[in-house]
Nanobody, 124 residues
Framework: QVQLVESGGGLVQAGGSLRLSCAAS????????MGWFRQAPGKEREFVAA????????NYADSVKGRFTISRDSAKNTVYLQMPGLKPEDTAMYYC????WGSGHPKSSDYTYWGQGTQVTVSS
């Protein structure tokens, strides 16, 4: 069955960096756009970043544009989210998701498969 497993979360101070990873199995990774979403306590899940199935198109939320970088490694069936310059408002559970033949849309309902999440906590 399809599995998306996130890792790399943790507790960091403001200004610090983390790199999230999402390892995919049970699907043809190269056929899927991959997205990162996050949900803070008491808030709705929100789009963070996405990369198209071919890797040529990336999309970012305004709140992270210019700070975070999404990338994918098809040889490892893994998508990454590099997060430098973290802020307390970046604190959330981060989820990766997969969208067949997607172009990197920010709409969560486009994504079929979801991981269990990895917690990112940024202290001030």
């Amino acid at each position: 069955q399809v599995q998306l497993v996130e890792s790399g979360g943790g507790l960091v101070q403001a200004g610090g960096s983390l790199r999230l990873s999402c390892a995919a199995s049970g699907l043809t990774f190269s056929n899927y756009a991959m997205g990162w979403f996050r949900q803070a306590p008491g808030k709705e899940r929100e789009f963070v970043a996405a990369i198209s199935w071919a890797g040529g198109n990336t999309n970012y939320a305004d709140s992270v544009k210019g700070r975070f970088t999404i990338s994918r490694d098809s040889a490892k069936n893994t998508v990454y989210l590099q997060m430098p310059g973290l802020k307390p408002e970046d604190t959330a559970m981060y989820y990766c998701a997969a969208d067949l033949w997607g172009s990197g849309h920010p709409k969560s309902s486009d994504y079929t498969y979801w991981g269990q999440g990895t917690q990112v906590t940024v202290s001030s």
